[in-house]
């Protein structure tokens, strides 16, 4: 069963002025899909998730990180959260028919959601100062797949994407702490580790 997969993101000081530089800098790191590039997406949000959006723009063709997040600077307060979404490549298979399912790349979403530090009585805490949302972990486990050496090389392929991206913000972006995570029972690192080693 799929579960969702995140990743939790903390800073060693999140103040009003650093939300948007620190969430432009995970998202510097990110692989951006070639089919949809850029930004497709961004919103804030004050006070919690009940409130109405106090900003809220889509992007038809995709924009600029840097000028996304332009749009949100004249909203930046400590009980805000901000939320982009963007898409990166990822190995899907497809079945048409009676065909036999064949893997193609195809653009899948992806959340980020910047915590203000008084957003929704410290959401941060718990959830990070920045939480990417890859949507379900299905890409990099396919659980139920016949683990074919052609299936095997896709999922391997996107969990590298994952990894690489991990290490990227890990080296650059300057946190203090990382949780990769899934709703679901059992050990995600364990799951990938014993996906891998089934690719090796």
């Known amino acids: 069963m799929a579960d969702q997969l995140y990743l939790n993101l903390w ?3 999140f103040a009003e002025s650093e939300i948007l530089p620190r969430l432009l800098s995970v998202l510097k790191h990110f692989p951006f899909s070639v089919q949809r590039p850029g930004v497709a997406y961004i919103s804030v949000h004050a006070l919690s998730w009940q409130e109405p959006e106090l900003l809220e723009q889509t992007f038809d063709y995709g924009t600029d990180p840097e000028l996304a ?3 949100a600077k004249d909203f930046v ?3 805000n959260a901000y939320e982009v979404e963007a898409y990166w490549d990822l190995h899907i298979p497809e079945q048409q028919g009676d065909l036999d399912e064949t893997w193609v790349l195809r653009p899948q979403p992806v959340k980020f959601i ?3 530090t008084e ?3 410290g959401t941060h805490q718990q959830d990070g100062h920045v939480q990417v949302d890859f949507g379900l972990d299905t890409p990099f486990l396919y659980e139920d ?3 074919t050496p052609e299936v095997a090389v896709r999922v391997k392929s996107n969990v590298q994407k ?3 991206f991990i290490h990227a913000v890990e080296e650059n972006c300057g946190i203090t702490g990382r949780l990769l995570w899934s709703e679901g029972e059992g ?3 364990q799951k990938l580790i014993a996906k891998l080693q089934k690719v090796q």
């Open 114 to 116: 910047a915590f203000g």
């Open 69 to 71: 997040l332009e749009m």
């Open 77 to 79: 307060h400590s009980d």
């Open 119 to 121: 957003f929704d009585e």
């Open 145 to 147: 797949a016949d683990f």
């Open 162 to 164: 994952l990894v690489a």
């Open 187 to 189: 050990s995600l690192a």
């Open 11 to 13: 800073f060693p000081s």
